[in-house]
């Protein structure tokens, strides 16, 4: 009876060894839910065309300023990695790190700074129009 025990009782260990901590259950955590923008300014209404979905991975560089745009639809990421800076043309200003989510400014003028040693590489996502551009550059104005 000892010699079938033994066995048995290292196969059962064996299995409760190669028992891992696997999530058995989904989860769902929301980021975000709002009506406004980061900056509190209210959202606006959905386009009336085609509806087109955009969703743009974009990766910026350490020590990155990127150009002063704006956006004619509602857009939301979130940052996967490293940290970054928004900032309004009025110079309203929110700070990222990774895993943070962002509501996006509709219609304002604003930019995007990666001030850190990393890359900052972020998710977006777009609900604009069919055929309507998503990012508009503000155009230097020339002094000369």
Not at 46 to 58: Q, R, S, V, W
């Amino acid at each position: 009876m000892k010699r079938v025990f033994v066995p048995f009782f290292i196969l059962f260990l064996m299995i409760i060894s190669c028992h891992t901590n696997k999530i058995t259950q989904t989860q769902v955590t929301t980021l975000t839910k709002t009506t406004k923008s980061w900056n509190g300014t209210k959202l606006p209404n959905y386009p009336e065309g085609d509806p087109e979905i955009t969703i743009l991975k974009i990766v910026i560089p350490p020590k990155t300023k990127l150009a002063l745009h704006k956006h004619p639809e509602i857009n939301a990421g979130v940052l996967l990695k490293g940290e970054l800076t928004v900032i309004s043309e009025a110079k309203d200003t929110l700070h990222l790190k990774a895993g943070d989510p962002i509501v996006e400014l509709v219609n304002t003028y604003h930019f995007g700074e990666n001030n850190s040693k990393n890359s900052a590489e972020i998710i977006v996502f777009y609900a604009g129009e069919k055929g309507k551009p998503i990012t508009i550059l503000k155009e230097e104005k020339d002094h000369h």
